[in-house]
């Protein structure tokens, strides 16, 4: 059977199947798939995600713009509880500890500003642009 394939196939393949035990032709497989999978998610991440850190009591960058449909994902790198509270409620966080994460999907345009409940001169903003 394996002798009928080869036959439907172009000279280089046959070669290549004549150098490349069918382990190896395997292992290519699945290294190219891999690759694949490893590059389509940074792709993915750079269209649907964006974040915000939280660094010395201050949100990085202060003003974020993104695309409507973005996930924004705050985290805090202080040894010190933050918050991430949006002006007129329209986000809460809970109290975020040293290394905590807090995600917001923004669906439409605009703008929209928060602070820190803890430490109210802490202030940020995020523009969604189409
Ligand atoms: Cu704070």
């Not at 999907?105 to 940020?124: N, Q, R, T």
Request: aromatic content about 10%.
């Amino acid at each position: 059977m394996a002798h009928e394939e080869d036959k439907g196939g172009s000279v280089m393949i046959g070669r290549l199947k004549g150098r490349l035990r069918p382990a190896e032709v395997g292992w290519l497989a699945i290294a190219a798939t891999a690759l694949a999978l490893f590059f389509g998610q940074i792709v993915v991440a750079s269209a649907d995600d964006s974040n915000v850190g939280i660094d010395k009591f201050a949100f990085t960058p202060a003003t974020l713009t993104v695309k409507p449909g973005v996930t924004v994902t705050f985290e805090n790198h202080d040894g010190t509880i933050h918050t991430v509270i949006g002006v007129g409620g329209m986000f809460r966080s809970k109290a975020l500890d040293t290394n905590d994460k807090f995600s917001v999907v923004f669906d439409k345009p605009g703008e929209f500003a928060y602070f820190c409940s803890l430490h109210p001169y802490m202030k940020g903003k995020i523009i969604i642009a189409p």
